[in-house]
């Protein structure tokens, strides 16, 4: 946030487009609800996700790979990430 920015209880309203090229993961978990209400429910909540694991609140679980990683331990407080932005994406 910037100096500039208002801190108020306006709402605010996005509109914008999403191209499969820009986010392959974000596109492809999005397409799978239809438009309206329950896509815009998820996206808020795989942003509210993202907000809370950037500021350290939840530490993802590492998932293991087949190409030799290890599997990560959850280390969070108690709280789990139930979606897999972080999977592979499902045209991989």
Do not use: C, W
């Amino acid at each position: 946030m910037n100096g500039n920015a208002k801190v108020s209880g306006e709402p605010i309203r996005l509109v914008f487009e999403l191209a499969r090229a820009d986010h392959p993961r974000l596109y492809d978990d999005l397409i799978q609800f239809p438009k309206g209400t329950k896509r815009i429910n998820r996206l808020r909540v795989l942003a509210y996700d993202g907000l809370l694991i950037q500021s350290g609140h939840i530490v993802s679980i590492v998932a293991s790979r087949p190409g030799g990683d290890q599997q990560g331990e959850e280390v969070g407080r108690g709280e789990q990430i139930t979606n897999d932005l972080f999977g592979p994406s499902i045209a991989d």
